[in-house]
Each structure stands twice: as structure tokens, then as C-alpha cells.
């Protein structure tokens, strides 16, 4: 069992790829100040769980977005990943949860919703959507499955009381370094961003052995964290940018892939700075260049999966991240 498991998830992460290297693409490459951040994750299971709320070409068009033939691929797929992604053993969190708000008084498709929780874990709400009771509600349910890391953006959250369904998908991850920083070792250096050099607090490990990855516009490291994932490091060549190496699309690759060949096992000094960034994005005009477009287009949009009482359409997909 533990094998299918593996070579399942293995299919899943496989298959998955081109989305995570277009969207990281489309999502990070920005030229402002800000930092980017986006959660591959949470972008693909929140867009699977639309497929249930879906028919016809709105459906199809999220389909062919993940490059699945149907439906019943697409759960198994979700489910591999969710596998994969999941893992709460008191010390070292992975959890995801996912949740479906509906407005009262209309009839919604049993079978639909029976499948999100069977197969997405969802919990179904319903109540005055809109109203200051469920933003609330909302609210607590999002600050109840991120840690409460996010009460910046969701003490903001306020639904138009036109709102036929919301959808949520959160997940929470926190991990302890395999080789933790040596406090001693901190340093105070200058941080290079577009608004100018900076001071920051830099972690470092000198001389560290570890496996240090390239490829042909950036190097890399990749830490261990005690739940046997990897933070990785990238960092663009001199004379190539972060949306180079996003565009370029071999660094995605290298992070899925156990075994890329640009690898060498040596003495690497290590700085990263302490850091603490928050990012809120809209991810509605970058889904419509990716090709999930009739969900949003009023009279086309077919969300008759989940209701045939009034017409519906997503007006917007936005996304908070911190790390």
C-alpha cells in the first residue's frame, strides 16, 4: 500500500509540474518592490474543488489546466497530493482544511457537496453570506487553520451580501530546521533590494557540507527540515533575475526532481536572512491568461453542479500568504 501510495503521489507531483511552473511564473514575476508569494497548493485544490461546483467548459477548462482526462482523475490526483502534503504528529505540522459557504434559503446539490466533504474534507456552512455574522465566522475558521499567522488579512474580510458561495482552502505548515542555525553565528549585513541596501539579521553556516545545485541561470541549496521536507534556496546568476529563472522553468525540475544531475556535494558558506513576509494577491486576471476563464464571465459561467435556483459566476480567486 505505502508503494502505491508513493508512486501515486510521484504521478500526481509529476503531472502538477506545468501548473507550478506557469503559475509560479505568472504569480511571482513581478517588477516592483514588494515581495511575491503565492501557494501552488492552495491555488490547485481550491480550483479542484470548483470541478465539483462545475459543468461543461467551465469545468473542462480547469481540467486541462491540471492536464487530467476527467473528473475521477482528478479526485484520485487531489488525493495523492493531500497524502502528501498532510502530516500532524504534534511536533511537526502539515495540515490543510478546506471549507464550502453557502447562502441560506437556496437548494444546493446534495451529491455535490457530499463529494467535497468525502473527497476535499470540506466542512459546508450556510448562513446570510455577507453579513457581518458570517465574516466573522469566516474569519475564525481561517485563523483557526493557519495558526492565526493571518489576522491581517482576515480581519478584512467582508462579503458583497450578493454572495451565492464562497470557498476556502488554508494550509498550515511549520517545521524545525534538521541542522538548526547556530544563534552565535548571526550577523548583521547589508540586504540588497530594489529600494536600496538594507540591514538584516543573517543566519550563516560556514563551511557547511551539503549538496549545492545549479543550472544555467542559477545555484542553489536545499535545507532539511525534520519532517523530511526541503526548504529551498535559489539564487539567479549575476546578470539574470528572479522572472529569468522563473520563466526558464528548469528550476522546478530540480526541486522535483530526487536526482538532478547538476549537483555536487562540497563546502558552502550559507547566509540567509531572518525574514518575515506577507503577501495578498488576486489570481483572477493570471487564471484568465492561463485559460480558466468561463468561471468568471457572467451568463457563461455553468456552476449548475452545485445550484439551478439563480446564475452564478466567481468574481474573484485572491490568495494570502506568509512565510
Do not use: C
Amino acid at each position: 500500500e505505502q508503494k502505491f501510495i508513493s508512486s501515486t503521489t510521484r504521478d500526481a507531483v509529476d503531472t502538477l509540474a506545468p501548473f507550478f511552473i506557469t503559475g509560479s511564473e505568472q504569480f511571482l514575476s513581478t517588477t516592483g518592490s514588494e515581495n511575491a508569494l503565492w501557494s501552488p497548493i492552495n491555488a490547485y485544490i481550491g480550483l479542484s474543488m470548483m470541478t465539483e461546483l462545475t459543468d461543461g467548459a467551465s469545468r473542462q477548462q480547469i481540467l486541462d489546466l491540471f492536464g487530467v482526462r476527467d473528473i475521477d482523475a482528478l479526485r484520485q490526483q487531489v488525493g495523492a497530493v493531500w497524502e502528501s502534503a498532510y502530516n500532524d504528529n504534534g511536533h511537526e505540522i502539515s495540515t490543510l482544511a478546506n471549507s464550502l459557504w453557502l447562502e441560506e434559503g437556496l437548494n444546493y446539490n446534495q451529491d455535490t457537496m457530499d463529494n467535497l466533504a468525502y473527497y476535499y474534507y470540506a466542512s459546508v456552512y450556510q448562513g446570510d453570506l455577507g453579513s457581518q455574522k458570517i465574516n466573522n465566522a469566516i474569519g475564525a475558521w481561517l485563523n483557526n487553520n493557519t495558526g492565526g499567522l493571518l489576522k491581517n488579512a482576515t480581519k478584512n474580510i467582508s462579503l458583497s451580501p450578493d454572495t451565492i458561495l464562497a470557498l476556502y482552502s488554508t494550509i498550515y505548515f511549520q517545521a524545525k530546521w534538521q541542522d538548526q542555525f547556530n544563534q552565535a553565528n548571526n550577523t548583521n549585513d547589508v540586504f540588497h533590494t530594489p529600494d536600496g541596501d538594507k540591514t538584516a539579521t543573517f543566519m550563516n553556516k560556514k563551511l557547511a557540507q551539503m549538496n549545492y545545485y545549479y543550472g544555467d541561470k542559477f545555484s542553489a541549496v536545499a535545507l532539511s527540515l525534520k519532517n523530511g521536507s526541503r526548504m529551498w534556496f535559489i539564487l539567479p546568476d549575476e546578470g539574470y533575475t528572479t522572472a529569468d529563472v522563473l520563466a526558464d522553468g528548469a528550476y522546478m525540475q530540480m526541486v522535483l526532481q530526487p536526482n538532478w544531475e547538476n549537483q555536487k556535494w562540497m563546502m558552502v558558506n550559507l547566509s540567509v536572512p531572518k525574514f518575515d513576509v506577507s503577501s495578498s494577491i488576486q489570481l483572477k486576471d493570471g487564471l484568465q491568461e492561463m485559460g480558466v476563464t468561463d468561471v468568471f464571465s457572467e451568463g457563461i459561467a455553468d456552476f449548475s453542479a452545485i445550484t439551478g435556483d439563480v446564475p452564478i459566476f466567481l468574481t474573484a480567486a485572491n490568495q494570502s500568504v506568509r512565510v
